[in-house]
């Protein structure tokens, strides 16, 4: 599925089966672009491949730009409230066809908020900063902090750059901000206790940025 909304459960629609759930109120509608990760965390879904694989987020094959693009122009817009670009894969493992998409979403609908939700490890993926050609296209940077140190994140996302990674992801936050009105990081909660939680906030706060604990999903 390449156009979805959330439900609870952990549930995924497609907007025509969400409306007729919930015919009432606006909605985050999210793209998924890809399956691909460089990140490996040991709390992730897709870490258990038969429920990946069955998962009806899973691509057989990764879109066309062309292709979610007429997917967007079949949406009801006025039930969405925000775009966001997330699924099972890492959104910027597609750079070039999500700095596109953020571009199309903005340029039909300027109205509508969009969200990026990254493990901000992109600039090591791709080699360079990128951050720059977010601006007037991104409302909000969502960046998996995961951890209060480099040793315990790389234990639990098994990022595939290494220790480098922690503060490379902590780097791609600040090169957002000037760029990107909302930068948020954010930690799972029931993954990490409170004192590493609260560790992460002062990390946050020492770098004005905000911290969000986000509910494990199980299911």
């Known amino acids: 599925m390449i156009v979805y909304a959330t439900h609870k459960g952990g549930r995924y629609l497609p907007m025509e089966e969400s409306l007729k759930e919930q015919p009432e109120g606006r909605r985050g509608l ?17 870490q258990m491949k038969k429920m990946a694989e069955q998962s009806s987020l899973w691509l057989k094959r990764e879109p066309t730009v062309e292709e979610v693009e007429a997917e967007l122009d079949g949406v009801p817009w006025k039930y969405v409230k925000e775009v966001v670009f997330c699924g099972f894969g890492e959104p910027t493992e597609r750079l070039e066809a999500l700095i596109a998409l953020l571009r ?54 098994r990022a595939k750059f290494g220790e480098k990674s922690y503060e490379a992801m902590l780097a791609f936050a600040q090169h957002c901000k000037p760029y990107v009105p909302n930068v948020v990081l954010t930690i799972v909660d029931k993954v990490e206790g409170p004192d590493e939680i609260e560790k992460c906030r002062k990390i946050c706060a020492d770098r004005g940025l905000t911290l969000r604990v986000r509910a494990y999903e199980d299911s």
């Open 104 to 157: 199309y979403v903005k340029g039909m609908h300027p109205d509508i908020p969009t969200r990026v939700n990254t493990n901000g490890l992109g600039e090591l993926e791709h080699g360079r900063v990128f951050a720059s050609e977010f601006a007037g296209i991104l409302d909000t940077v969502s960046i998996s902090l995961n951890a209060s140190n480099a040793a315990r994140y790389l234990a639990l996302t």
């Open 30 to 46: 999210y793209v998924n672009l890809t399956n691909r990760c460089n990140c490996a965390c040991t709390f992730c879904l897709r």
